[in-house]
C-alpha cells in the first residue's frame, strides 16, 4: 500500500514537465501567429491561452456524486461557446465532466487501496466550429486517503528462546506489523508497539517492536514459559487510530545452574546371601533441577567397610544409580555393609556454581539375610592316586564338606552309582574316606572318575556332588612278549655276523618312566653256533649270524630262544622262541617261498617237485568239478524224458516191486512185502552257472603255485567241494533200476535189487505185458521239472 501512495507523486513529476513544455509551445504559437498577422496588417490579441485548473483530490468512502474540482481555458468567456470533454480512467463511470461549466464529478464512492489514483485527459472544443480550442491535456486525480485500516501483525506466531539467567537486554525476537493506509498522508499508517502482557520481564522497542530482556537471571526452574502480549497502534497511538496485538512465546532454555541433591541421607536395601552376582541391590536417585545433558550424573562409591563388594552404574534413562552385587555373598561372615554414595554432575558450567556444588553424597545400607545353603566341599576337585595292586580296603582319600549355615547340620556322605559302575570303591558315609573295595587293574581301567554327593540329613536336606579323580598306578605285573609273530630267516650263503631281523617287545604295564626291555639269550654254558642276539638299547634288538654255512640241504629250520626282561621292580622276563628257515633267496636277498619251501625240504622233497604235485592236485579238483557238472546236467535230461512218458499216468507212493515167482500166487505173497526205495528228491532252486565254475577253476588254477596241501586255503577248499558233493540231493543214486545197475558192490547195505538181472528197467519205457510172472508196476513220482545251467 506505501507503493500505491507514493506512485501518484512520481506520475505527477513527470507529468509536470509535459504540461509546461506545452504552455510553453502554446505561447510561442501565439507568438509567430501575431507577428504573422502584424505582417499581413492585421491587428492581433494578445491573450495568454491555457487550462486552468487546481489538483483534484477525491476523499476515499466519500458520499456521492459530488464536485471534485473544474477544469476550463483561459478562452472560456461564460458564453458557452467552447465544450469540455473527458477521457482516460474512470471517465464516465467514476468521474463525469459538465460540458458547458468544465466542472468534474464523481459519480460513486471510491477505496484508496482499491486504487489511489486515476489519469484523465481534458477537451476544449468550439461549438461554432468544433476546432480544439486548447489541446488535450493529462491531469491527474487522486484518491485521497482516510485512517480506514487497521494495523495487522506479519510472520506470526512468534516463538522464541532465550537462556535462563541471561542479562538485561538481551534481544529475544523482533515483531513487525503493516498498515494499508497511506504512510505519505498524514499519520494513518504510523505505527507504535507496546506490550500489554509480559513487564516487569520484557519490553519492547515502541518503533522498532524488538523484545528484549527487562529482568536480571531469569530462572528456568521457577517458569520455563513465558507469554508476552504486544499491541500495535496507527496514527501514533493517537485516539481515533486502530490497533492489533499479538502474543509471543518466550521459553527460558536451561543452563546447569543447579546440582544433584539426594532427598535422603541414609538408603537401607536387603539382599539374599544367595544372590549371585550381578544382582541389583537397590537404585538412588540424586535429583537434579535442570534438564538434558545438564541433569546427567556419575555415580561412586566409596565404601567404608569393604571394597569392590558393589558396582554402582547410571541408568542413561532415568539417571538413577543402580547399586549391583560384584562378589557372592556370605551371611556367616559378614551381615552388613555401609556404603556412601556420591553423584556429580556429568558437565560442569563454573559460570553459574563452584566446582564442589556440581555433587553430593549420602549413605546406603546393605544387610545379608540368611539363607539355608547346600555343603560346602573343601576343594572343587579331588584328586588322588592308587597302586593297582592295593588290597581291598585301602584308604585313598577323604573329601571334607560342611554345612555352612548357621545350623551348622550333620552331612552323609555317598558316592553316584552312574559314576562308579565297577563298584571298585566305598566310602564312609559318615566321614567321606574312600576306600578300595575290589582289587583293582591298571590295564583295565587306569583312571576312576567318581561323584561324591555330600547331604544334609536335617533341614531341607539339602545335597552337592564333587568330582573325585582316582588314578590307579601301575605295578609290573605283565610280563613282556615279542611285539609280533616273527618269521626270520636267513639265505644260503649268508656271511657270519650279518643282521638277518629286528625284533622288538610290548608289555601291557604302563611304568611311569617308559618301558625299557633287555634282550638276551638263554644262558648256557655251550654258546650257540648258529646265531646270536645284539641288544641295541632302544628296546629292540637283532638277530645276527655267527656261521656262513648255512645250506638247505644240511638243515632247513633253526629254533633260537630269546630272553625279554623288563625294567619293572621287580624284573619280570620272558622267554619266546624265534622259528629262523633257510632260504634260497633272489639277488635282492628276498626269500618268496617261505614257509612252504621250508616244508618241502624237512620232507625231503624239492620245490619243483612240490609246485608240480600241487598243480596236479588242483587240476584233479578242476576235472572232478567239470565231471559232476556234466553228469548232473545228463541226468537232468533223463528226468525230463521220465516226465514227458508219464505226464499222463496216475502216481502213487508205492514201490516197484521185481520177483521171479513161477506162479501167481508166489508172485502175489511176495507183493505183501513192499520195500520202500529213496525217491528222487524234490530239487529246490539251485542254479550253478558256467561262468561260476569256470571262475572257480580259473582261481584255482592261479593260486596253485602259491599254495600247497598244507595252506588253509586248499584245505578249505577241499573241504567245500566234499560238503556240496554229499549235500547235494541230485545226484545218484535214484530209486531206479537202471541206478542199480551201475550202483557196485561198494556199498555195506548191499544191493537193494532183488535180482542180478538188469534185462528189466522201469526207467526205460517198455509195452505193457500182463503175463501172470510180473506184477503191475505203479508208477513213481519223480522230481519236477528243473534247469541247471554251467
Not at 604235485?613 to 579238483?621: A, K, P
Request: charged share 25%; net charge negative; glycine share 6%.
Amino acid at each position: 500500500m506505501e507503493g500505491c501512495s507514493v506512485l501518484p507523486v512520481v506520475i505527477m513529476i513527470s507529468i509536470m514537465p509535459g504540461l509546461v513544455g506545452s504552455e510553453l509551445r502554446m505561447s510561442r504559437q501565439e507568438l509567430r501567429g501575431s507577428q504573422l498577422t502584424e505582417g499581413l496588417g492585421v491587428p492581433r490579441p494578445r491573450a495568454k491561452r491555457g487550462w486552468i485548473w487546481k489538483q483534484l483530490f477525491v476523499e476515499e468512502e466519500d458520499p456521492i456524486p459530488k464536485i471534485i474540482g473544474q477544469l476550463k481555458s483561459n478562452y472560456d468567456k461564460g458564453d458557452f461557446t467552447i465544450r469540455y470533454i473527458l477521457s482516460g480512467e474512470g471517465a464516465g463511470d467514476v468521474f463525469r465532466i459538465d460540458e458547458f461549466s468544465g466542472e468534474i464529478h464523481a459519480l460513486k464512492s471510491l477505496d484508496r487501496e482499491e486504487k489511489a489514483f486515476y489519469v484523465l485527459q481534458a477537451h476544449a472544443i468550439d461549438r461554432r466550429n468544433g476546432q480544439p480550442v486548447e489541446p488535450e491535456s493529462e491531469f491527474i486525480i487522486k484518491v485521497q486517503d482516510i485512517n480506514d485500516n487497521a494495523p495487522e501483525f506479519i510472520n506470526e506466531p512468534y516463538v522464541s528462546s532465550i537462556p535462563e539467567m541471561s542479562p538485561i537486554g538481551t534481544t529475544v525476537v523482533q515483531v513487525t506489523a503493516t498498515d494499508a493506509d497511506d504512510p505519505m498522508f498524514g499519520n494513518n499508517a504510523k505505527l507504535i508497539y507496546s506490550i500489554l502482557q509480559g513487564e516487569p520481564y520484557f519490553s519492547v522497542e515502541p518503533k522498532t517492536g524488538i523484545i528484549v530482556t527487562s529482568w536480571q537471571n531469569m530462572d528456568r526452574e521457577a517458569s520455563e514459559t513465558y507469554l508476552v502480549v504486544v499491541q500495535v497502534k496507527d496514527m501514533f497511538g493517537f485516539s481515533g487510530g486502530y490497533s492489533a496485538t499479538t502474543t509471543v512465546t518466550i521459553t527460558l532454555t536451561d543452563v546447569n545452574d543447579n546440582g544433584p541433591t539426594f532427598q535422603h541421607n541414609l538408603y537401607t536395601f536387603a539382599l539374599e546371601e544367595s544372590a549371585p552376582v550381578g544382582t541389583t541391590v537397590g537404585r538412588v536417585m540424586a535429583e537434579d533441577a535442570d534438564i538434558g545433558v545438564n541433569a546427567k550424573m556419575n555415580y561412586s562409591l566409596d565404601d567404608l567397610e569393604e571394597s569392590a563388594t558393589f558396582r554402582v552404574h547410571t541408568d542413561p534413562e532415568t539417571q538413577e544409580g543402580i547399586v549391583t552385587l560384584a562378589k557372592p555373598l556370605d551371611y556367616e561372615s559378614k551381615r552388613r555393609f555401609v556404603i556412601a554414595i556420591e553423584a556429580i554432575n556429568a558437565h560442569v558450567d563454573t559460570r553459574f556454581l563452584s566446582y564442589s556444588e556440581f555433587s553430593d553424597r549420602t549413605m546406603i545400607k546393605i544387610l545379608v539375610t540368611d539363607v539355608d545353603e547346600p555343603p560346602l566341599f573343601s576343594a572343587e576337585v579331588y584328586e588322588w592316586k592308587v597302586l593297582e595292586n592295593a588290597p581291598v580296603g585301602t584308604q585313598v582319600g577323604t573329601v571334607s564338606g560342611r554345612d555352612t549355615d548357621a545350623a551348622n547340620n550333620p552331612i552323609r556322605y555317598s558316592i553316584t552309582k552312574s559314576s562308579d559302575l565297577r563298584k571298585a570303591f566305598r566310602i564312609d558315609p559318615n566321614n567321606g574316606t574312600v576306600s578300595v573295595a575290589k582289587p583293582l587293574d591298571q590295564e583295565t581301567a587306569a583312571w576312576h572318575n567318581l561323584t561324591v554327593t555330600a547331604k544334609e540329613t536335617k533341614e531341607n536336606q539339602l545335597s552337592s556332588s564333587v568330582f573325585v579323580a582316582i588314578k590307579v598306578l601301575d605295578i609290573n605285573d605283565n610280563i613282556p612278549t615279542l611285539s609280533r609273530d616273527y618269521q626270520p630267516y636267513v639265505c644260503e650263503g649268508t656271511e657270519a655276523g650279518e643282521l638277518i631281523q629286528i625284533i622288538s617287545a610290548v608289555d601291557a604295564d604302563d611304568p611311569s618312566e617308559g618301558h625299557h626291555f633287555y634282550f638276551s639269550m638263554l644262558p648256557d654254558k655251550h654258546i650257540n653256533p648258529n646265531f646270536t642276539i645284539r641288544d641295541n638299547q632302544d628296546n629292540t634288538a637283532g638277530i645276527l649270524t655267527r656261521r656262513s654255512s648255512f645250506t638247505r640241504r644240511d638243515r632247513t629250520l633253526y629254533q633260537l630262544p630269546v630272553v625279554i626282561t623288563d625294567s619293572g621292580s621287580p624284573a619280570l622276563s620272558s622267554t619266546s622262541t624265534l622259528t629262523i628257515s633257510v632260504c634260497s633267496c633272489q639277488p635282492a636277498g628276498h626269500c618268496p617261498s617261505g614257509g612252504v619251501e621250508a616244508l618241502a625240504l624237512s620232507m625231503g622233497l624239492s620245490t619243483q617237485t612240490l609246485l608240480g604235485l600241487s598243480v596236479c592236485i588242483i587240476t584233479l579238483i578242476a576235472l572232478s568239478l567239470l565231471m559232476l557238472a556234466v553228469w548232473r546236467h545228463r541226468k537232468l535230461q533223463q528226468q525230463k524224458l521220465a516226465a514227458q512218458e508219464l505226464d499222463t499216468a496216475e502216481y502213487s507212493d508205492r514201490v516197484i516191486l521185481y520177483t521171479e515167482a513161477k506162479t501167481v500166487e508166489d508172485a502175489a505173497a511176495f507183493s505183501t512185502q513192499p520195500v520202500p526205495l529213496r525217491p528222487h528228491p524234490r530239487r529246490r532252486e539251485h542254479r550253478l552257472r558256467r561262468e561260476e565254475v569256470a571262475a572257480s577253476i580259473r582261481m584255482s588254477l592261479r593260486h596253485s603255485h602259491l599254495i600247497g596241501p598244507e595252506d588253509e586255503v586248499f584245505r578249505q577248499f577241499i573241504v567245500d567241494r566234499l560238503s556240496e558233493a554229499d549235500q547235494d540231493p541230485y545226484v545218484p543214486p535214484f530209486d531206479c533200476l537202471r541206478t542199480y545197475a551201475f550202483e557196485g558192490t561198494g556199498s555195506l547195505t548191499g544191493s537193494l535189487s532183488s535180482l542180478e538181472s538188469s534185462t528189466f528197467d522201469p526207467c526205460v519205457s517198455r509195452p505193457h505185458d500182463p503175463g501172470p510172472r510180473f506184477l503191475r508196476l505203479s508208477p513213481w513220482q519223480g522230481a519236477e521239472e528243473d534247469e541247471t545251467s554251467f
